[in-house]
Antibody, heavy 116, light 107 residues
Framework: EVQLLESGGGLVQPGGSLRLSCAAS????????MTWVRQVPGKGLEWVSG????????YYADSVKGRFTISRDNSKNTMYLQMNSLRAEDTAVYYC?????????WGQGTLVTVSS | EVLMTQSPATLSVSPGERATLSCRAS??????LAWYQQKPGQAPRLLIY???IRATGIPARFSGSGSGTEFTLTISSLQSEDFAVYFC?????????FGQGTKVEIK
């Protein structure tokens, strides 16, 4: 059974940093690209970033480019999202998802709140 | 960036009736289009990919159609568990983008 478990969310001040993790199980992690998607509670979905299976190719939304870094450690079956220079508008639930075309499995999300 | 526009924003339907949801892309995305269902407090669930292929375990009452810029998700006979928000998403190029969602509510 595919499982994705996000962690690392929390309350952070504007300008601060946070690192999210996504622990994967139930599939060959290195064989799949992965994606981060975020959602302001009660609002729509926003694609944030994607990373290839080996990790050599990454893509970012313009809204996070230069501030967020996606990475993965295939030996640990874990993907990361390093978020720097956080802004109030980054407040959202962050989901990790398997795949980077359509996303066929999603974690339950972790809430990031950027506020002073 | 491809802009995805869904309509209507809210669809009121009685159980057992048919629901038709639309998704329009600002430029052609071929058939690189997925649909997701999201219930309150839950993560999105993949329903349809490649515009018309049902994901694993998705009931046959869900069907997708379209190509290019116009897409449709049809739920042939709404069940109580189908009342939710539905999002379309293209994956024809980068960045991926989602529609703003259609809420299907009980009439």
């Amino acid at each position: 059974e595919v499982q994705l478990l996000e962690s690392g969310g929390g309350l952070v001040q504007p300008g601060g940093s946070l690192r999210l993790s996504c622990a994967a199980s139930g599939f060959t992690f290195s064989g799949d690209a992965m994606t981060w998607v975020r959602q302001v509670p009660g609002k729509g979905l926003e694609w944030v970033s994607g990373i290839s299976g080996i990790g050599g190719t990454t893509y970012y939304a313009d809204s996070v480019k230069g501030r967020f870094t996606i990475s993965r450690d295939n030996s640990k079956n874990t993907m990361y999202l390093q978020m720097n220079s956080l802004r109030a508008e980054d407040t959202a639930v962050y989901y990790c998802a398997k795949g980077w075309t359509f996303m066929d499995y999603w974690g339950q999300g972790t809430l990031v709140t950027v506020s002073s | 960036e491809v802009l995805m526009t869904q309509s209507p924003a809210t669809l009121s339907v009685s159980p057992g009736e048919r629901a038709t949801l639309s998704c329009r892309a600002s430029q052609s995305v071929s058939i690189n289009l997925a649909w997701y269902q999201q219930k309150p407090g839950q993560a999105p669930r993949l329903l349809i990919y490649a515009a018309s292929i049902r994901a694993t375990g998705i009931p046959a009452r869900f069907s997708g159609s379209g190509s290019g810029t116009e897409f449709t998700l049809t739920i042939s006979s709404l069940q109580s568990e189908d009342f939710a928000v539905y999002f379309c998403q293209h994956y024809n190029n980068w960045p991926r983008t989602f529609g703003q969602g259609t809420k299907v509510e009980i009439k």
